[in-house]
């Protein structure tokens, strides 16, 4: 690659960057927003109109707050706690394909900021990495409260990360390839692997939501037993890289799941836009557009993910610890194994969407259990 | 399309982890040093919701989560033993299905074993 690629492919790396932590900023407000709208109250809306500023107070006020550092705790690690939870949220959008390729010069380069080809090894192993974050800074702060926060993500964390690397094999079985380009090329316009693996899509699904520590499994900072949990002795930024760490998380694992089954940068329609706007622009500057619309759907699918975190976050309670694991590891993890097979099985016959066998399995079990279900008691009892 | 992988592809990865250490080195030496500092005995001690605390955090937990951190290793090691496979899947046809499946029948008569241990029992 000569200069004006690196060039770039560096400016690529830098707005990734830039978006991903702007994106989080504003979830904080969009998170508030919804939970607002759902408990049918305003949420913030002093900062500015709509209280688009108040991200913005927000991240003062924390760089302003007393950065308190308990004398009991261990120095080093207590800091190295948060920054390994941000580094790590921040390392995985590196590998993302945030759309096709761009033409400039004679050159085609794709955005995205490595093209690799264990781009989703690196994901899942970057992702391994976080729960670092959140056990040395719980252990550090030697508080009771916090260590059991922490002891609770650490296993919760890595019991789900099994069906996550199960429901990500289903993927590569039928795609051939680890590369996450790869994928979403084969899944080019409306056939995305949704369609193809329901089953892996509710597991990878789930198993995100456990990574993130977002509801119903935010065990680790359950504030009715742990005050704060792991994050109970933290202050200012150093607390702030913990919640903002979330949200990143929440960004990325978005853009995860449209890049493996919603079809990342693909959307319905796509060949006809791109003959269109090759044809009115130019071959050059269309192809461009055409990155760029496509660069929007992925962007949409991700804001739509992140809205859907917070949808279930004011919709499903908490699970208790034991629900949690048993969810985990006597669910989840068969199920996985299940998918495995049943993609297996289906590709070597030449049938794409077997697992849709599971579903209708899991449905018909369904229905029998609530039909031999007793009827349920209603009080008052004439309603 | 057979494209050559080279150890020069994962540079912008190194491009990236400078950016984000730097953002949090950056973020870090300003937190630390315009917020106030004001220190006490009483402040200093570890949060236990306002009641004084007794001993330190550096006890004994629940060997059930030892044990499902040594499931994980186990597991996670299987399914990393996996993701080959996958790759290759189409290629090696019945056979490596079927060798899979001895491999999984193997991995799941472990894990039977596991939950008529109890080991993933909580009360």
């Known amino acids: 690659m000569d200069t004006a690629s690196w060039i770039i492919k560096a400016l690529i790396i830098v707005g990734v960057f830039a978006v991903t932590l702007l994106i989080a900023t504003y979830s904080t407000l969009a998170e508030r927003k919804i939970a607002g709208f759902m408990q049918d109250r305003l949420g913030p809306d002093r900062a500015g109109p709509f209280g688009v500023f108040q991200p913005l107070a927000d991240a003062v006020k924390m760089f302003f707050k007393e950065d308190f550092i308990p004398a009991q705790a261990n120095k080093w690690l207590f800091i190295a706690g948060p920054c390994l939870s941000m580094l790590t949220a921040l390392m995985t959008s590196a590998v993302i394909p945030f759309g096709d390729t761009i033409r400039y010069e004679e050159q085609t380069i794709a955005v995205q900021g490595v093209e690799l080809n264990v781009g989703i090894l690196y994901v899942f192993g970057i992702v391994s990495l976080g729960v670092y974050g959140l056990m040395i800074g719980g252990w550090a702060s030697n508080n009771k409260f916090s260590l059991l926060g922490a002891v609770r993500a650490a296993s919760q964390n890595i019991s789900y990360e099994i069906a996550l690397g199960l429901s990500i094999i289903a993927i590569i079985m039928s795609a051939g390839s680890l590369s996450l380009r790869d994928i979403v090329n084969q899944q080019h316009g409306f056939a995305w692997n949704i369609f193809y693996q329901p089953v892996g899509f509710i597991i990878f699904v789930t198993c995100a939501f456990a990574e993130c520590n977002r509801t119903p499994f935010d065990l680790p900072e359950c504030e009715t037993e742990l005050v704060g949990g792991y994050h109970t002795e933290y202050s200012s930024m150093k607390l702030g890289f913990y919640l903002f760490s979330e949200y990143i998380n929440m960004f990325i694992s978005s853009l995860v799941v449209s890049t493996l089954y919603l079809g990342g940068f693909n959307y319905p329609g796509m060949d006809w836009v791109y003959a269109k706007l090759t044809a009115l622009a130019g071959d050059t500057t269309g192809h461009n557009l055409a990155t760029l619309i496509g660069f929007l759907a992925l962007f949409f699918k991700g804001l739509f993910g992140v809205f859907f975190f917070m949808w279930v976050r004011w919709t499903v309670p908490r699970f208790r610890f034991d629900q949690l694991m048993d969810l985990g590891w006597k669910a989840l993890f068969p199920l996985a194994i299940l998918n495995i097979f049943f993609t297996g099985a289906g590709e070597m016959l030449g049938y794409h969407g077997f697992t849709w066998i599971i579903v209708g399995i899991m449905t018909i079990l369904a229905a029998t259990n609530a039909v031999k279900a007793p009827p349920r008691k209603m009080y008052p009892a004439d309603v | ?123």
């Not at chain 2, 550096?58 to 044990?67: A, D, H, M, N």
Request: glycine residues 8%.
């Open chain 2, 1 to 123: 399309m057979e494209k050559m992988h080279l150890p020069s592809d994962f540079l912008p990865i190194f491009i990236q982890l400078g950016l984000a250490l730097g953002f949090i080195i950056t973020t870090m030496l300003v937190t630390h040093s315009i917020g106030p500092k004001r220190n006490s005995k009483l402040k200093d001690e570890a949060f236990e919701c306002g009641i004084p605390a007794e001993g330190d955090a550096r006890t004994p937990i629940s060997v059930k989560y030892f044990l499902i951190a040594i499931l994980f290793v186990l597991f996670d090691v299987e399914v990393i033993f996996m993701y080959p496979w996958a790759v290759n899947f189409k290629s090696l046809g019945w056979a490596g299905f079927v060798e899979m499946l001895l491999f999984m029948g193997l991995l799941l008569a472990g894990f039977y074993y596991v939950i008529r241990k109890g080991v993933l029992k909580w009360e």
